[in-house]
């Protein structure tokens, strides 16, 4: 597979529920995002890894647990979540945390419901 | 005031038509502008970069930039069915650091054969 690729693509859990996203990106690059994208409102960006540090959390509730186990992979546990939760959870990569001309790759995202 | 204000839509428009997409913002320090396009089901991809005021085209689009009015356009000439999709503005005040980059709410378009 190229590219960066998320799974799973769906995803309805209960309040009381653990789950874990997934992140796989092929391309080599340093730097891994989570964002939240809900209906009508812009990309919030949760979680910034570069080279498996975690630089930035912007403030987002402990609910939400990223992990990097390595420049490849990236995870967001879930647990305990409230239903304004729901959104479509976008991974991303790019060569480094620091732009230039670099490119932000985006995966297809996955689609969370919270019941 | 919102930081990125983006109309959200839908627009809808025959196809061979001029797309004329918006984005005001309010933070005089942008300098770094982008256009993302996402298609249904799909994350969003880069489509143009800009840096200042001024043009930037890449075949059937062009990026504007009016710093003075804080306004920035995405046109799309001879538009396909194959463009529908949503549309995000995005600009930064710095070149450097994905973390800084604030995304408008995007705007749907369809494009009608």
């Known amino acids: 597979e190229t590219g960066v690729t998320q799974t799973p693509r769906h995803l309805v859990m209960g309040m009381t529920n653990k789950k874990s996203l997934k992140c796989e990106q092929h391309?080599?690059?340093?730097?891994m995002y989570w964002y939240k994208q809900s209906a009508k409102k812009p990309l919030e960006l949760m979680f910034v890894?570069?080279?498996?540090?975690?630089?930035e959390n912007n403030s987002v509730p402990s609910r939400f647990s990223p992990e990097c186990p390595n420049s490849s992979h990236l995870f967001l546990h879930l647990h305990t979540l409230q239903p304004e939760d729901s959104a479509l959870y976008l991974c991303?990569?790019?060569?480094?945390?620091?732009?230039?001309?670099?490119?932000?790759?985006f995966g297809p995202g996955t689609r969370l419901t919270v019941l | 005031q919102k930081e990125v204000e983006q109309d959200p839509g839908p627009l809808s428009v025959p196809e061979g038509a001029i797309v004329s997409l918006n984005c005001t913002y309010s933070n005089s320090a942008f300098q770094y502008f982008m256009w993302y396009r996402q298609y249904s089901r799909k994350g969003p991809e880069l489509l143009m970069y800009?840096?200042?005021?001024g043009n930037k085209e890449d075949g059937r689009f062009t990026a504007q930039v009016d710093k003075s009015s804080k306004y920035i356009s995405l046109f799309i000439r001879d538009s396909q069915p194959s463009d529908s999709a949503t549309y995000l503005c995005a600009m930064s005040a710095y070149e450097t650091s994905y973390d800084k980059v604030i995304f408008g709410p995007g705007t749907s378009l369809s494009v009608i054969p």
């Open positions: 991303a990569s790019s060569q480094d945390k620091k732009r230039g001309t670099d490119t932000q790759y």
């Open positions: 890894y570069n080279f498996k540090e975690q630089t």
């Open positions: 800009t840096y200042s005021s």
């Open positions: 391309l080599g690059h340093n730097a």
